[in-house]
């Protein structure tokens, strides 16, 4: 059975430092990787899909790397500000349209 | 193009009642998928739809039962509530191209 770990489970950084959020998982065939953000008590926002056959993504100062042969994923946040303050979660699908996702981590960016 | 849609937004409800959430995916989305999410337990995955038949189903008990209807909106539907259902329930939608999923803002059920 797939599982997807996220570590660090916090994060606590000045505002303007470059940060790296990590995830992993057990079962290197995937179909797809995202990445999400969630602000309290809302619902997931997409921030990056990346297919399997695709080695990243990027979008403004978001980049997400994907190895899947080690079962390992990276969003890197450049130059934070506040406003990046939220958890995020990374999910994998497989095959059968199934996904599952990390726990999250849980970012705060301090002024 | 509108965003995925749920309602209720909230719900309070007491044991031993049902409750049916909605979930109006984006336009052209033929999957929907339904998760369960709580502090404890995180995001868990309750079924997913494709063309009004369940493709999908995760580790809940049968109390927990959905559809899809022919213009892909979705319900779910929880019978004889407990204390530990109250959650917020998520719903997203998806291109079977990509996968790529898309979130709903959720319902946030209580349970008394």
């Known amino acids: 059975k797939q599982e997807v770990t996220q570590i660090p489970a916090a994060l606590s950084v000045p505002e303007g430092e470059n940060l790296v959020l990590n995830c992993s998982f057990t079962d290197s065939a995937i179909y797809n990787l995202q990445w999400f953000r969630q602000d309290p008590g809302k619902g997931l926002t997409s921030l990056l899909l990346i297919q399997s056959s695709q080695r990243e993504q990027t979008s403004g100062r978001l980049n997400a790397s994907l190895d899947k042969s080690s079962g390992r994923s990276t969003l890197y946040i450049a130059a934070s500000q506040p406003g990046d303050s939220a958890t995020y979660l990374c999910?994998?699908?497989?095959?059968?349209?199934?996904?599952?996702f990390g726990s999250g981590t849980k970012l705060n960016v301090k002024p | 193009k509108a965003g995925v849609t749920q309602t209720p937004r909230y719900l309070i409800k007491t044991r031993g009642q049902q409750v049916t959430l909605s979930c109006s995916p984006i336009?052209?989305?033929?999957?929907v998928s339904w998760y369960q999410q709580t502090p404890g337990q995180g995001l868990q995955f309750l079924f997913e739809?494709?063309?009004?038949?369940?493709?999908n189903k995760g580790n809940f008990p049968g109390r927990f039962s959905g559809r899809q209807f022919s213009n892909s909106r979705s319900e779910m539907n929880v019978s004889t509530l407990e204390l530990g259902d109250s959650a917020l329930y998520l719903c997203?939608?998806?291109?079977?191209?990509?996968?790529?999923?898309?979130f709903g803002p959720g319902t946030r059920l209580t349970v008394l």
């Open positions: 997203a939608s998806s291109l079977t191209d990509t996968n790529e999923q898309f």
């Open positions: 739809y494709f063309s009004e038949t369940q493709r």
């Open positions: 999910a994998v699908s497989d095959n059968f349209n199934k996904f599952y």
């Open positions: 336009s052209g989305h033929r999957s």
